[in-house]
């Protein structure tokens, strides 16, 4: 099949495969995602004739029993599923490439339109104070505001992003990305979050505050 397969085409391979068919699409690019990363591992016991561009026809057995095991499928309906999808595993991305692909995208549609590829929202989208006079805690939080930070990320430099803080209309509580504040108390969330707040438009990730005590240390020793 060719790389660039059509839904339509995929859903008509599918339906004389029950098993493959009922198969949810989150699954279906999940397997698609493994076999992609062992295109090395594929490709290896192949004969040293078969292109190293091109998917070969048919899995190694370790390599279709991994599969089977993975996804609960037989050996039968990995050799068919790969036979519809292994040319699209082949053209499969890396993470990286895929990563710098929509960096790209959204830096050049979505910087115009207020669109960034990191915003910061809180990590409760319904109410979680006890007192709230709305015991419907399934609600979504929806009074938003939002502000331009920077967040310094370990791998990719400086980035622009969103801050969104929510706000509860019933008893008004503010829920940060970190913190929440209600009647002027500050109540931080257990655990560290991915990006901590060094300024008042500034974020760090956390991989990359580790980095800096790391330096610090193998400078200036134990503190």
């Not at 292994?86 to 115009?112: D, I, N, P, R």
């Not at 709305?134 to 929806?142: A, I, T, V």
């Not at 300024?199 to 610090?216: N, S, T, V, Y």
Request: aromatic residues 12%; proline residues 6%.
């Amino acid at each position: 099949m060719d790389s660039n397969i059509s839904l339509g085409t995929l859903f008509a391979a599918l339906q004389p495969h029950p098993n493959l068919f009922s198969m949810p699409l989150n699954v279906l690019t999940c397997f698609i995602c493994c076999a992609s990363l062992l295109k090395d591992d594929i490709l290896q016991p192949q004969s040293y004739k078969v292109p190293i561009d091109v998917a070969p026809t048919f899995l190694p057995s370790t390599i279709t029993s991994f599969l089977a095991d993975c996804f609960d499928l037989s050996s039968e309906d990995v050799d068919s599923l790969w036979n519809m999808v292994k040319e699209a595993v082949w053209m499969q991305l890396s993470m990286e490439s895929e990563k710098a692909m929509c960096t790209s995208l959204f830096q050049q549609y979505g910087t115009h339109q207020g669109i960034t590829l990191l915003t910061l929202y809180p990590p409760f989208k319904a109410c979680q104070n006890p007192s709230c006079p709305m015991d419907h805690h399934s609600w979504l939080l929806k009074k938003e505001e939002s502000r331009r930070v920077v967040i310094f990320t370990y791998g990719d430099g400086a980035q622009p992003a969103w801050s969104i803080h929510l706000k509860c209309h019933h008893c008004h509580m503010n829920y940060h990305n970190n913190f929440s504040v209600n009647r002027s108390t500050r109540t931080y969330y257990r655990g560290v979050p991915q990006c901590i707040q060094v300024g008042e438009h500034q974020f760090a990730e956390e991989k990359l505050i580790l980095h800096w005590i790391d330096l610090m240390l193998n400078v200036y020793g134990p503190f």
